[in-house]
């Protein structure tokens, strides 16, 4: 059977011009435009635009596609550490997608990819996948804002959560994009069956997870609990320079539950990550104040705060506060974020921004899972919960950690007072509803200044607060103990990703390494 003829390839400027769309398309699948159906867009641009041969070239369409896409994503980082800041991270994102175009490059060593057939649309989608996961882990324990995933939680292909977690959604998400690319490419070719074919294909892809089922309902009860959003009187970086406003604000928000429960009703309130901004651990009268709330309400509260070891450096804490006993439980952030929380290489960054002189005090991770065990009088038993504190929420092995050890509900406590009226906040949330689904949990996030919300385990968005006011909720939480098939294969659909697109690479460059000595052999052979 003849081999079909190459796909045409974009010119250099159409190539980058492609690319800048593709960054700026998945840049709106986010929040807060959330037009989820531009990521297939921006992954069958990305395709098209990376249809060239050269290696450096295709470096710099990838670079430029997530220049398109990493700035304005990240714009938040901007507001919250400054210009430099923001830059450094946004560019060393970018970095991954040149990564993505060498690799691609590499692997159409291989025949099967080398003219933009059928075969691209399940080699493309593993490299890309396999790229993001290596963003999400490397270096510093990686970081994962900005992945295919997360834009999935409003549509069909969300659904798959359960089932495949992050990696798994976010490869038939590239699935499609790809098939998408290579259905324009026909088209140019006038290969109408093709064109049939592969968008029927990416339809369904689209479509058919809505055939599976979300469970919601409890299977071990419900836990009722009550949530403060506090808010702060100064948007943006100086948003905690007024010392003990935080928590008065939180203190004040507690006793206002009252108004919507009786005292007793509650198992449990949340404050977000930094409810307290003084350690109600080594101040006796912050502790008492926590006291005298949870004593009003009749439940312990989940207060986030700040401990600074005798040995130095400090630590991100959650802390379930018993109004009898103090604290009764405790979690210390595993992941602190680089370069927010600490500055690695500190005496080499200094030189290139001032801004790491704002962290005096190097956060330390913690080492133990994120969950805690909730004593509830009204159940009669222990509930065990996930206790993850904000950026944590984007780790998949953090939240699938604490469900396999035995969590009924997942709990965010997060602090987006840094963070101005950006879309952080609404970016995080999308995560928390994705770890809902994809674990089968209902979650609260409880915030600072918002958003706060309420999520169902089917991803749903039951209650929500807006940015920068003071608010409480109260929900009825069903618990949950089965465990998904995404969270029973932890990490393990990352790791064969990477194999398999370590292997498409290296299996690439021995090819093309063989034609290049068959050629240099018989040199008259074209």
């Known amino acids: 059977m003849p081999r079909s003829s190459p796909a045409p390839a974009p010119g250099r400027i159409l190539s980058l011009v492609l690319a800048a769309a593709g960054g700026a398309a998945l840049f709106l699948s986010f929040p807060d435009a959330d037009v989820w159906g531009l990521v297939f867009v921006a ?8 249809q060239r041969r050269g290696l450096w070239w295709n470096a710099l369409v990838g670079l430029v596609f997530g220049l398109a896409f990493f700035p304005a994503h990240l714009w938040w980082s901007n507001i919250a550490a400054g210009v430099v800041a923001w830059l450094a991270l946004s560019v060393a994102s970018a970095l991954f997608l040149a990564l993505l175009g060498v690799a691609w490059t590499l692997a159409r060593g291989l025949r099967p990819l080398s003219r933009a057939g059928w075969w691209d649309a399940v080699a493309f989608p593993v490299l890309f996948v ?3 996961a290596f963003r999400s882990a490397w270096p510093w324990g990686g970081f994962p804002w900005g992945r295919l995933a997360f834009t999935q939680v409003d549509s069909p292909v969300g659904r798959l959560a359960p089932l495949g977690g992050t990696v798994g959604v976010s490869f038939v998400v590239a699935v499609v994009g790809t098939l998408l690319g290579i259905v324009a490419l026909r088209a140019v070719r006038l290969r109408v069956l093709g064109v049939v074919v592969g968008t029927a294909v990416a339809f369904v892809l689209v479509v058919a997870p809505l055939s599976v089922g979300l469970d919601v309902l409890p299977q071990d009860g419900e836990l009722k609990v009550g949530m403060v959003q506090g808010n702060v009187s100064r948007p943006g970086a100086s948003a905690f320079d007024n010392a003990g406003e935080v928590l008065r604000n939180h203190l004040s928000g507690t006793y206002d539950l009252l108004d919507h429960v009786q005292p007793g009703d509650l198992d449990m309130v949340i404050w977000p990550e930094n409810g307290s901004d003084y350690d109600p651990q080594q101040y006796v009268d912050v502790g008492d104040a926590i006291t005298a709330a949870a004593k009003a309400v009749g439940a312990p509260i989940l207060v986030g705060a700040q401990e600074y070891p005798k040995t130095g450096g400090r630590y991100n804490v959650s802390l379930l506060w018993d109004p009898d006993k103090g604290v009764i439980d405790r979690y210390v952030k595993q992941h602190p974020v680089p370069f927010g929380e600490y500055i690695p290489l500190r005496g080499f960054v200094s030189h290139f921004s001032a801004s790491v002189d704002e962290v005096q005090t190097d956060m330390l991770p913690g080492h133990e899972p994120a969950i805690m065990t909730l004593p509830s009088a009204r159940l009669g038993r222990d509930v065990p919960f996930s206790t993850v504190i904000c950026f944590e929420v984007a780790y998949d092995s953090i939240v699938e950690q604490s469900v396999k050890l035995g969590s009924q ?14 879309a952080e906040s609404t970016q995080q949330l999308a995560m928390t509803r994705f770890r809902a689904m994809e674990t089968g949990r209902a979650a609260v996030q409880v915030s600072t200044v918002g958003v706060s919300a309420v999520v169902s385990p089917s991803g749903i968005v039951l209650q ?4 920068f006011e003071p608010a409480q909720l109260t ?3 069903p618990l949950r103990t089965s465990i998904t098939p995404a969270v029973r294969a932890g990490e393990w659909p990352a790791r064969a990703v990477g194999a398999v697109a370590a292997l498409l690479v290296v299996g690439g460059m021995i090819a093309s390494l063989r034609r290049a000595l068959v050629r240099r052999r018989l040199p008259g052979e074209r």
């Open 43 to 50: 992954v069958a641009l990305l395709y098209v635009a990376l």
């Open 130 to 132: 396999g790229v993001e």
């Open 409 to 422: 509900v997942l709990v965010v406590q997060t602090n987006n007072a840094s963070f101005g009226y950006t």
């Open 464 to 467: 929500r607060t807006g940015l």
């Open 475 to 477: 929900a009825d939480l």
